[in-house]
């Protein structure tokens, strides 16, 4: 946990200058809902044991605010929560998600079109505070620890408003379950639509 508030600390830092910089610059907001098409949770070792699950596909929400430091090139902050979803881990059925805070570049590329406004990247770099929970009576105890956070994606603004993405994210952390350790990685393909908004 406290790695990886330092990591994030750390990349505040980085992107801060950016938002005392001056000049005649736009600062914009994010209001989004996904859909997590494609879900992995991959861990090991704990003991010879190694595994792979496929949850039940879960919905997010997130928001993000971004400071144009140029026409073509934005930093900002951003948050998502990943709504729990299911899966069978050793004969019981268990759910989990992630809440992700980071911080985010966002080049953009302005677009010729009378229904598309611009297409751009995203780069997104923070801390993953996952959760895990068992409901049925006489199974371990489960307790998650935070990790790392990474996303990488691509998306287009619509009529200057709408915003439509494709975005891959991993989270890490550890899974302790009865006492032993388990390295685990949450892995998503997210299909996003959005809404921007001027502040």
């Known amino acids: 946990m406290k790695k990886g508030l ?3 600390l750390l990349a505040v830092a980085m992107v801060a200058p950016a938002f005392a910089a001056k000049g005649d610059m736009s600062i914009n ?3 989004g809902l996904g859909v997590d098409a494609v879900v992995t949770v991959t861990g090991g070792p704990m003991g010879d044991f190694g595994y792979s699950l496929k949850p039940d596909m879960p919905f ?3 928001a993000e605010f971004f400071y144009g430091t140029s026409d ?3 930093v900002g902050f951003g948050a998502t929560y990943v709504f729990n979803s299911s899966a069978d881990f050793m004969g019981t059925r268990m759910k989990g998600g992630t809440t992700n805070i980071y911080v985010a570049v966002k080049p953009e590329f302005k677009v010729e079109s009378d229904i598309f406004s611009s297409v751009y990247l995203l780069g997104q770099f923070g801390l993953a505070m996952g ?3 068992i409901d049925e009576s006489g199974a371990p105890s489960i307790d998650v620890d935070s990790g790392i956070y990474l996303g990488a994606g691509i998306g287009t603004t619509v009529k200057d408003a709408f915003l439509v ?3 891959f994210s991993s989270s890490n952390g550890k899974l302790d379950i009865d006492g032993e350790s388990l390295d685990i990685r949450y892995s998503m393909v997210s299909i996003n639509v959005g809404y ?3 502040l």
């Open 60 to 62: 997010m929400l997130g």
């Open 29 to 31: 907001g994010k209001l």
């Open 196 to 198: 921007k908004f001027a």
């Open 72 to 74: 073509m090139f934005s």
């Open 131 to 133: 959760r895990s929970e």
């Open 165 to 167: 993405e494709l975005l």
């Open 6 to 8: 330092l990591v994030l």
